[in-house]
């Protein structure tokens, strides 16, 4: 596609309930990151991927949050049991190959959990 | 903690006059920089960036400048105008690694009245 797509747009989850986000990212995309940023705040990264090895998830808030990209395109990232302190917008960003920043944000995914 | 900060969360200008939005680093050994700018309901999209081997940069009506000795990065905008509304978030990468995470500072909103 011509940039990154993520879906659902909106998400309203009740606490304890599970979700996944999707992000589709531009076609042939190496790099893929997720970012989740709190209402007023800048995004702060979650997780990273080269084709579909999880290279870096040392941002992943707790074992509730995982993030899988099997194929090397399209990524999930999921949340267990949410709670409301993961209401946020999740972003996704992808790049062409391992470039240091200037990678191309999704319009994101907004949790809110109730 | 290393972090990227800005120095005013809000600024109001009017069209036509130029802007100036700062940032203040932590990490005297971050080497890449970049801005972004973030429109309400949509992810950050790339500005504008540079190394720590240079002093400043020029875009189509965007600057960047950086001051190493005070770790100080600002974004001038030339007669700015109301689509340039929005909040602008510096970033490092504090490792200037491919496939590292971006640090993102919180933001900064810019208002243009015409």
């Known amino acids: 596609g011509a940039g990154v797509s993520q879906s659902p747009r909106y998400k309203v989850a009740k606490r304890g309930q599970d979700v996944a986000l999707r992000c589709d990212p531009i076609?042939?995309?190496?790099?893929l990151f997720w970012y989740q940023q709190a209402l007023g705040q800048g995004p702060e990264f979650l997780t990273y991927?080269?084709?579909?090895?999880?290279?870096?998830k040392s941002g992943l808030p707790s074992d509730r949050f995982f993030a899988e990209r099997p194929e090397g395109s399209v990524s999930t990232l999921k949340i267990q049991r949410t709670q409301q302190e993961d209401s946020a917008v999740y972003l996704c960003?992808?790049?062409?190959?391992?470039?240091?920043?200037?990678?191309?944000f999704g319009s994101g995914t907004r949790l809110t959990v109730v | 903690g290393e972090s990227v900060g800005l120095h005013l969360p809000t600024l109001s200008v009017q069209e036509g006059d130029n802007s100036i939005i700062n940032c203040a680093y932590s990490?005297?050994?971050?080497?890449?920089f970049i801005w972004y700018k973030q429109e309400s309901g949509k992810g950050p999209q790339f500005i504008i960036d540079?190394?720590?081997?240079?002093d400043k940069r020029q875009g189509q009506r965007v600057t960047v400048l950086l001051n190493k000795t005070v770790k100080h990065l600002s974004l001038q905008i030339a007669a700015t105008q109301p689509g340039d509304s929005a909040v602008y978030f510096c970033?490092?990468?504090?490792?200037?690694?491919?496939?590292?995470?971006?640090?993102f500072g919180k933001g900064t909103t810019l208002s243009v009245s015409s």
């Open positions: 960003a992808s790049s062409p190959r391992r470039q240091v920043g200037g990678y191309t």
């Open positions: 076609s042939g995309h190496v790099s």
């Open positions: 991927f080269q084709n579909e090895a999880q290279l870096d």
């Open positions: 990490n005297s050994a971050s080497d890449y």
């Open positions: 540079i190394r720590s081997n240079m």
């Open positions: 970033a490092e990468n504090p490792y200037n690694q491919a496939g590292t995470a971006l640090i």
